[in-house]
């Protein structure tokens, strides 16, 4: 049974950080490149970020470059999400994934107010 677990999320005030964490079970997790999404209010789900299979590569949208880094643990099926300088726009539920197999997670909402 596929797994995807993600936590970490909270609410923040704008320029605060968080980490994301999803761990995964279910399925071989060190071949899938892995990604985060994430929806706000009223919006679809948008893509955040990516990392290939061996955490070698790792692509972003344009808002969050340079604020958000995505990583992985192989030895522990975890993926992880460093959001700095986070914006009131961030606020969204996040999910993490493996896009190819289309394995989601449940999602842990970031809100960032002051």
């Known amino acids: 049974q596929v797994q995807l677990v993600e936590s970490g999320g909270g609410l923040v005030q704008p320029g605060e950080s968080l980490r994301l964490s999803c761990i995964a079970s279910?399925?071989?997790?060190?071949?899938?490149?892995m990604a985060w999404v994430r929806q706000a209010p009223g919006k679809g789900r948008e893509f955040v970020a990516r990392?290939?299979?061996?955490?070698?590569?790792?692509d972003y949208t344009d808002f969050v470059k340079g604020r958000f880094t995505i990583s992985r643990d192989n030895a522990k099926n975890m993926v992880f999400l460093q959001m700095n300088n986070l914006k009131p726009e961030d606020t969204a539920v996040y999910y993490c994934?493996?896009?190819?197999?289309?394995?989601w997670g449940h999602g842990t909402q970031v809100t960032v107010s002051s």
């Open positions: 994934g493996a896009p190819n197999r289309d394995f």
């Open positions: 279910g399925f071989t997790f060190e071949n899938q490149g």
């Open positions: 990392i290939t299979d061996n955490g070698r590569y790792t």
